[in-house]
C-alpha cells in the first residue's frame, strides 16, 4: 500500500506562503520602479521638447529684431525699470516720480525770486516728504507744479 501524502506542517506553510508573498512584492516594486522610469523619460523628453520650442521662439524673435533693426524700422523702449537699476542706490529715489517731482520742486525754488508766493512750492514738498504718500498726494504734488510751471512759460 502506498504511504499517505505527507501533510505539510504550519511552519512549512506559511514559510510558502512568505516566499509567494514576496516574490509577489518584488514583482510589484519591478512594475513600480519600470512605469517611474517611464514617466521620468517622458517627463524628461515633455520639458526637452518645450526647451527646444522655447529656443526656436527666441531665435526667430532674435532674428525678427535684427531684420527690423536692419531695415531701420526698430525702436526699443524701455520702461522706468531699466533707468531704476542701472543707477548707483544711492541716486535710486531721485530716479522714480516722486523723485522728479521732487527735482521740478528743487528748480522751482531755485527760481523762487520770480515768486512772491511759496506756498505751492512748500506745500508741493510736503505732499511729497509724506513718509507714505498716496496716489493723492503725488497727484496734487504734480497739479502744484504743473500750476506753477503754467504760469511761467519761460520755465517750461
Given amino acids: 500500500m502506498a504511504d499517505p501524502p505527507e501533510v505539510p506542517n504550519l511552519q512549512q506553510v506559511l514559510e510558502a506562503r512568505c516566499i509567494l508573498d514576496l516574490e509577489a512584492a518584488r514583482e510589484a516594486c519591478e512594475v513600480d520602479e519600470a512605469r517611474a522610469r517611464e514617466q521620468a523619460r517622458s517627463a524628461a523628453a515633455a520639458q526637452a521638447n518645450r526647451e527646444a520650442g522655447n ?42 516720480w516722486p523723485g522728479l517731482m521732487r527735482a521740478g520742486i528743487d528748480y522751482l525754488f531755485d527760481q523762487a525770486d520770480e515768486f512772491t508766493d511759496h506756498d505751492d512750492i512748500e506745500q508741493a514738498r510736503a505732499l511729497l516728504d509724506k513718509d507714505n504718500p498716496s496716489s493723492i498726494d503725488l497727484l496734487e504734488a504734480a497739479n502744484r507744479i504743473r500750476g506753477l510751471m503754467a504760469q511761467r512759460p519761460h520755465l517750461r
Avoid at 525678427?64 to 531701420?72: A, F, G, I, K
Avoid at 526699443?76 to 529715489?93: K, P, W
Fill in 55 to 96: 529656443t526656436r521662439r527666441q531665435e526667430e524673435s532674435v532674428n525678427r529684431l535684427r531684420e527690423e533693426l536692419n531695415n531701420h524700422r526698430l525702436v526699443i523702449c524701455t520702461g522706468a525699470g531699466i533707468t531704476l537699476h542701472s543707477v548707483d542706490r544711492s541716486q535710486f529715489s531721485r530716479m522714480t
